[in-house]
């Protein structure tokens, strides 16, 4: 009982730092981030989708089909694109509609063959994503994989 008790916290330990490690990591990844990039090109990406008066905070999904962590995190964006405003964008990706089909996925998708919109964002990693509340100011920024719980919350407190 003891050594189970022992294996336990050490399993929490290692949680715990990797949890801190992977934030850390995600915040210095997205320092460089372009975070004023939506005034921008808004028509491009949201007038395109969504009215202008919609008052739902919106996410932007940077991703490929070709990026490993990007295919783990699918799942969790199709999911709040269930109840929030949510835009993808495919960089660099091929077969994107086989890709969308064989994964169930249904969020909406603009294609970024040649980098051009990632590049307005500066974008040099992927998973990356955006969260702007529902008057287009950006509350949140992340590198790398999030999960459908740490997105909703994201989402619900921007609706506020």
């Known amino acids: 009982m003891e050594k189970l008790k022992y294996y336990i916290k050490e399993i929490a330990i290692f949680i715990v730092i990797v949890t801190v490690l992977s934030n850390v990591i995600s915040f210095y990844k997205s ?3 372009n975070k004023n ?3 921008n090109i808004e028509s491009t990406l949201v007038n395109k989708y969504f009215k202008s008066s919609n008052e739902k905070p ?3 999904h940077f991703w490929a089909t070709w990026c490993p962590t990007c295919k783990l995190e699918a799942s969790n964006i199709e999911y709040i694109s269930q109840n929030y405003n949510v835009i993808t964008v495919a ?3 091929d077969n994107i509609t ?3 089909k064989e994964n ?3 969020f909406k998708v603009i294609k970024d063959k040649d ?6 964002f500066n974008i040099s990693a992927y998973p990356t994503t955006f969260i702007y509340d529902k008057n287009k100011n950006l509350i949140f920024s992340e590198v790398g994989y999030t999960s459908s719980f740490g997105l909703w919350i ?3 407190i921007s609706s506020l």
Do not use: P
């Open 37 to 39: 990039s939506l005034n």
């Open 115 to 120: 980098s051009m919109i990632s590049q307005k």
């Open 98 to 100: 086989k890709y969308m």
């Open 104 to 106: 169930n996925l249904t």
């Open 58 to 60: 919106l996410l932007i």
């Open 91 to 93: 960089v660099k990706s």
């Open 154 to 156: 994201r989402m619900f």
């Open 31 to 33: 320092s460089d981030l």
